[in-house]
């Protein structure tokens, strides 16, 4: 679904983003809206929804739209959704050609909010999910996905605990890390008698965005909400990043391209599969010589533009348009 009235656009001082492990939406609906009534979010991540395609579509929240949703078929339970406030556009992303039940529940939008481009992202995987392919096919899907001019915000049930500094936790940092997203939820996202572990989290880029997080206790589940704010989105000023290629990287890239044995490829026994192991192995050795890295911001003042002139300028380029 999208909106193409672009004078409709909302400009927001604060981001509000709610998930919530949910464990069955169906019967849950009204005490989900009451939870979060005083936060009033902006976008409502809802994991574990355990419905169907036709059911979701269904699900009324007062002031929010479904904007985006997986739902299982072979599998019962599961899911993940994404309402988002009446007031924004939005554009839903296709990722069916990637999503596995268990392994990798994956949905996503866009959306334009303050003059800033946001990728939303919500993602479940199972505790009895293959890890491997959750970590291959999220960095696949980043991959296509990430461009310098939009600002990922990937958030949901990742069920490894950020608490605890196990290999799955630092190689899913790393991940994340390489697209310059950060993890920010750094307190028990469910607790019991005998554990407290936090296995729900969102990532955002830290270098470009201010945030607080802070847990919503609601009694509904053992799992706790967790709310982001990312406050004066007018204010923000985004630096700019390149990649570094050189010839000292290109011929680093070309090395290690060589050095590749490429079994899981001529092992692979589907063309669909061949090509999307060749693609990660590829954009993995290709992020590694090839990083992002922030340039130093260069300010030209201008002082001759004042602000009459700047306010003709704007008009002129609205009338145009």
């Known amino acids: 679904m999208i909106y193409n009235n672009l004078f409709t656009i909302h400009h927001f001082s604060n981001l509000i983003i709610y998930h919530q492990n949910i464990r069955g939406l169906s019967n849950k609906i009204d005490e989900v809206m009451n ?54 556009l939005f554009q839903d992303i296709d990722l069916r050609m990637i999503v596995k039940e268990k392994d990798l529940e994956i949905c996503a939008l866009s959306t334009h909010i303050s003059s800033i481009n946001l990728l939303i992202i919500c993602v479940y995987r199972s505790p009895t999910g293959d890890f491997g392919y959750f970590m291959d096919h999220l960095e696949l899907t ?53 554990s407290h572990t936090t296995i729900g989290n969102f990532f955002i880029d830290t270098n470009r965005f201010k945030f607080f997080a802070h847990p919503l206790i609601n009694g509904l ?15 923000v000023q985004f630096p700019l990043y390149t990649r570094i290629i050189d010839s ?18 001529f092992h692979a026994s589907e063309v669909n599969l061949i090509f999307n192991t060749f693609q990660n192995i590829y954009l993995r050795i290709f992020h590694c010589c090839f990083p992002i890295r922030r340039k130093p911001s260069i300010r030209t003042s201008k002082p001759w533009i004042t602000k009459m002139a700047l306010k003709f300028h704007v008009l002129r380029k609205v009338n145009y348009l």
């Open 35 to 88: 939870s979060f009534a005083s936060v009033r979010p902006h976008i409502v991540f809802l994991t574990e929804h355990h419905l169907q395609a036709d059911e979701i579509m269904t699900i009324h929240m007062d002031n929010y739209l479904l904007g985006s949703y997986f739902c299982r078929c072979l599998i019962k339970q599961g899911g993940v959704s994404i309402f988002i406030s009446k007031d924004f």
């Open 248 to 265: 000292m990287s290109t011929l680093k890239f070309i090395e290690l391209l060589s050095n590749e044995n490429w079994e899981d490829v």
């Open 221 to 235: 589940l053992d799992h706790d909400a967790q709310i982001v704010v990312l406050p004066d989105l007018s204010a």
């Open 142 to 194: 980043l991959c296509r996905l990430y461009k310098l001019s939009t600002n990922i915000i990937i958030g949901g049930d990742f069920n490894v605990n950020f608490l605890e500094s196990t290999p799955r936790v630092q190689r899913l940092n790393s991940l994340m890390a390489s697209f310059n997203l950060f993890s920010v939820i750094t307190f028990p996202t469910r607790n019991s008698d005998s």
